[in-house]
């Protein structure tokens, strides 16, 4: 009798244990990560506004990358381009009021604060400089991530 309630608990116990497999779901596939960048900056929050272009550089001290687009982005100041970088210690009201969810992101923007191109991530010193001297020549809002 014990040797048969044993055999019986051990069915109920795999049968269990098949239950919860069975209802198990698989992970979903990966996700793209999508970030979020701003379409409009209203220009008043950063320095220059009265310059015709504006290079917003959206970094962290923490961040290792965020020190080589702030390089490559200060190149770009001139009289006609305004380059800010705001840092998330200095300026997280900034971050926050843009929904800036990762760094490094960079826009560029024209005199009414309209982005027209924008980075989430590294890029390239020769893409940045594409894509400021396109904004500049009208070529239209584009993304790059």
């Known amino acids: 009798m014990q040797q048969l309630l044993a055999a019986l ?12 497999v069975r ?3 698989p992970d979903p596939p990966s996700q793209p990560v999508g970030y979020t960048v701003p379409a ?9 506004a009265d310059a015709p272009w504006l290079v917003a550089v959206f970094t962290s001290a923490s961040c290792d990358t965020c020190a080589g ?42 005199h009414a604060g ?11 010193a020769t893409d940045l400089w594409a894509a400021v001297a396109e904004a500049r020549q009208g070529t239209g809002p584009q993304s790059s991530d």
């Open 9 to 20: 608990g051990i069915v109920g116990a795999a049968l269990l244990i098949a239950a919860v």
């Open 23 to 25: 209802r198990r779901r």
């Open 40 to 48: 409009q900056l209203d220009r008043v929050d950063f320095d220059r």
């Open 69 to 110: 687009v702030r390089a490559k982005a200060a190149v770009l100041e001139s009289s006609e381009v305004a380059v800010v970088d705001v840092e998330y210690g200095q300026a997280r009201a900034l971050h926050d009021r843009y929904g800036i969810d990762a760094v490094p992101t960079l826009v560029i923007a024209d």
């Open 114 to 124: 309209v982005v027209s191109r924008s980075f989430v991530g590294p890029m390239t």
